[in-house]
């Protein structure tokens, strides 16, 4: 069968050459691209890395805060008050205090005839131990943050005179 010429179809077109110039061009452009992706995925993993190292050091300021302070403090000049004249202990008995079965402290339930301190101002009862403890640290009281003078009375005390609570009722009988 002859070929007709109506059906023949043209050759394709010779596939165009880049000449030296343009394929410079080219890989000058494609080089660029990468680049551009490889510093935005290197930035964004710096900063990743950035937040969750900035995270881990004020963690662990919190944490270590305490131990430092504690360590760079002075040791205190006077000794540690007596806190059986300014906190007097009692022995628990259910019937004194029937709402009181637990020290907020260490959450350990009361026995019956246990040594406790009862803090003068607010009424909360805890073990003598933990309440000295805690005392000894924090002048407030653990369950309500009610201020607790330790100066004895009669004393100079310099700060005496901001406290709104006094622990000894005999001493300030009008409020």
């Known amino acids: 069968m002859p070929e007709s010429n109506q059906h023949r179809r043209a050759p394709p077109p010779p596939p165009r050459v880049l000449s030296r110039s343009q394929r410079k061009l080219l890989l000058f452009f494609l080089k660029c691209v990468i680049m551009a992706v490889v510093m935005s995925l ?85 073990h003598s131990n933990c309440v000295d403890r805690w005392i000894g640290r924090k002048r407030n009281c653990p369950v309500c943050r009610t201020r607790v003078d330790l100066d004895p009375p009669g004393s100079p005390g310099g700060d005496r005179w901001k406290n709104v609570w006094a622990v000894n009722l005999e001493e300030s009988a009008s409020y």
């Open 42 to 126: 290197f930035l964004f993993f710096l900063g990743f890395a950035a937040i969750v190292l900035l995270n881990f050091l004020f963690m662990s300021n919190t944490f270590t805060r305490r131990r430092c302070t504690r360590l760079l403090r002075p040791a205190p000049a006077d000794p540690e008050p007596d806190f059986d004249a300014l906190l007097p202990g009692v022995a628990y008995r259910v019937a004194d205090s029937p709402n009181s079965s637990d020290c907020a402290i260490c959450l350990d339930s009361f026995r019956e005839g246990e040594s406790c301190r009862e803090i003068p101002i607010c009424r909360h009862l805890f």
